[in-house]
Structure formats: C-alpha cells, structure tokens
C-alpha cells in the first residue's frame, strides 16, 4: 500500500479527517454560494485541541504560525503553552510572528516577548528550515491562515516545512483553515521553468483548496524535493464547504486590511508585475491600482510611507486609476473568475506600453504566456479558454485530496 494511503488510513482511524459538504464553482461561474449568515460557524482546526494534542503529548514540538494563529481569541502558541505542550521553537513565514512586517522585509531571528521561545525567520536566505533547526524536534505543527492563490507564500513555505520534515524524519501536522477564495478555481496552470516562492506547484493561481488540502497534494503528488513524502497529517475543519464565503477574521498580511481586499487579490496582485501601483502605502492596498502616467479619470490616490508600507512604490505621487473599495456592494466580488479585463484595459490605456510590464509579472504569472497573450491583444475570454484544459487536468489532481465533500 502506497504510504500516503497508510498515512490517510491512520488519520482517518484516528478521526482527524471528516467528511462535510463539497460543492465546487467552476472557474468562470457566478453561482452564489451559501453565505455565512445562512450557515453554522466554522470550527478550525486548531480549535480542536483535543484532536491535536494526543499527537504532541511528550514529545518536543516546533510550530510554524503567525498573527493568524488565533485559536478563538488566543494565539496558538499561548494555547500550546498553556496546556504543558513542551514547544522548542517558533518558526515565522514572510511578514513576521505576531507584528506583521513589510512585504519582502527582511525578519531576524528572536524570541517571542510573551513566552521567551526562540523564533527562526523562515523568509529570506533561510526559508527552509535545516536540520541543525530540527534537531530534538519530534513534531512540526503548521497553523497560518492562507487565502488561497498560487503566489500567495505561506502555502510556499508550508512546502518547505514539509520538505524538511520529510528529510529529517519528522511529523508535519497541518492545523486547518478555511480558504476565503475557496469556492473556484481559475487561472493559468505555472510552467515549472518558472518554479519560485510566489509559485512552486504546476497549479492554477486560484487552487481552490485549504492548506490541508493542499499539502495533501504537495505530499501525494510527489511535489516535494527529490519525490519524498512526508509523515503528514491535518486536523480538518468542521462545518466548513468550499459552497461557502468564509470572512477571515484576522488581517492575514499587513497589506489586506479587509474582506474586499482578499477578494481581489487573486486579479490585483497582478499589478505587482507592472508598473501600476495597487495601493500600498494608502488605506486601502489591493482595493486600487494606478499610475502617475494613466489617464485621469476621476480617482486618484497618493501613496505614503507607514506601517506595512514603508517605501511603497509611487511614494508621494499622485497616481491616477481605478477605485474598488466598493467592489463587494457593487457585487464585482466575490466572483468565480480572476477579472482580466481590469489588467488588459489598464494596459490599453498605459502610455508607454513597453514599460507597462517588469519582470516580476512572468514570475506571478508563471511563465511569460499571459503577457504575451495582453501585448498581442486578445481578449479576456480568448486568454480564459486557454486555461480551460489545464484546469480541466488540475480538478482530477485536486479531487483526490478535497475534505470537505
């Protein structure tokens, strides 16, 4: 028996896995699901101690988490610690522990004020923890709040943490979460040639799994370094469906302050690859995009340097666009497709078209096919048939592993 099926067999023994309702949007559609008001609250994993601790009872753990790490109103962390969990070390994804830090800033290693645990950085040159960061380590318990896209890089450095515990012969548990963009899939699938920490995995840019899920699928794919596979298992949520809108709760990164904005973010991080700003450095980061050389049309913003932001690109200048901020009450999200057409319109109307790309774009985008496809003009729904058979081969790949049937 191949052992992610004796891996699964354990857990599902062991009641860690349930079955819930599964409905999935397919990419491009614009059926609602059900939404939060009309459906019971969803238990996370890592409220599910009583699942968890049987696995971490006298043995040395290490857990990767970070400001989402709130178990109800407490940090996973200080839930560990106060139920004698015997926790080692604090590993931090990209924007830090429990203070959220820049995007791409570099995080030190220290200690955690509240408990005096040792934390290692796993963003920057050290993204991968060694072995000498195991050493003594039994478990490794995996607790961050994703949203669900490819480029997105806590679901990066899960892989790692895996790749890790795979090598040194360690167990990986994954604490579950909802994913608020769980409910469609869409996008281009990554060329591999393009492999970097904004999107390792041959998989659309919205995957439409949680982090269980998906690590499921790193570990059963063989997608970890060299084919191995990982002692894992995830604790699931209860009462969650990827037929819901699930609100997070908790700000997952400095520069997605709401709701709405996780809900663009899959087409707007985009703009990341161009030379239009998406709002960084203005209250609103990912609910905006604009230039100082587009067009005025009758909105304008002007970034500046605070928390979360502190060198945002345009700083100081008027940049002129497209407002979003009502994108929810307008009805423009939630929806079950990436919005091309912000992204090709704002190339029609950029002045100095070979400028309006940088390199950063391919990499977002996996490979340099989407570029080509605006530059030579084609339409959003030309662009989105050449997605369909690649989505089409990752939906077999990811039924195999979904929880929430």
């Known amino acids: 028996m191949p052992r992610l099926h004796v891996i699964l067999t354990l857990v599902l023994g062991m009641g860690l896995i349930s079955s819930c309702s599964h409905s999935t949007v397919p990419a491009g559609s614009r059926r609602k699901p059900m939404t939060d008001k009309d459906s019971v609250p969803v238990i996370t994993g890592d409220l599910r101690t009583g699942e ?72 920057g040159t050290h993204s991968k923890p060694a072995g000498g960061d195991l050493s003594g380590i039994d478990v490794v318990l995996f607790d961050i709040q994703d949203v669900g896209t490819r480029f997105y890089t806590y679901i990066s450095t899960l892989t790692l943490v895996m790749e890790s515990c795979a090598n040194e012969g360690k167990l990986c548990v994954v604490l579950d979460r909802p994913n608020p963009n769980g409910f469609f899939v869409d996008g281009n699938i990554l060329d591999t040639a393009y492999k970097s920490f904004v999107g390792m995995h041959p998989v659309p840019v919205v995957h439409g799994m949680t982090v269980g899920e998906y690590a499921m699928m790193v570990n059963g794919e063989g997608w970890l370094e060299g084919g191995k596979r990982c002692n894992l298992v995830v604790v699931p949520c209860i009462n969650y469906s990827h037929s819901r809108f699930y609100k997070l709760p908790v700000r997952p990164s400095p520069n997605l302050p709401d709701q709405n904005s996780v809900w663009l973010y899959p087409t707007l991080c985009f703009f990341e690859g161009t030379a239009l700003s998406c709002g960084r450095g203005t209250p609103f980061p990912f609910e905006v995009f604009g230039s100082p050389e587009m067009p005025d049309k009758g909105f304008s913003f002007t970034p500046r340097s605070g928390p979360g932001s502190k060198s945002p690109m345009y700083k100081d200048k008027v940049c002129f666009g497209v407002d979003l901020r009502d994108a929810t009450t307008r009805g423009l999200v939630p929806a079950g497709r990436i919005n091309l057409q912000w992204i090709i319109e704002a190339y029609r109307d950029y002045p100095d078209k070979p400028k309006f790309f940088n390199s950063y774009f391919d990499t977002l985008a996996g490979g340099p096919v989407l570029r080509q496809q605006i530059e030579k003009g084609m339409s959003a729904e030309e662009i989105r048939a050449t997605w369909a058979g690649g989505i089409e081969k990752f939906m077999k790949i990811r039924a195999k592993y979904l929880l929430y049937r």
């Open 52 to 123: 968890y601790l049987k696995l971490l009872s006298g043995r040395a753990v290490a857990v990767v988490a970070n400001q989402t790490s709130m178990a109800g109103k407490t940090h996973i962390v200080d839930t560990l610690v106060s139920l004698g969990v015997y926790l080692r070390v604090i590993f931090a994804p990209e924007h830090g522990f429990r203070n959220m830090a820049d995007a791409g800033e570099t995080i030190s290693d220290s200690r955690d004020q509240s408990t005096g645990i040792k934390i290692i950085s796993l963003y």
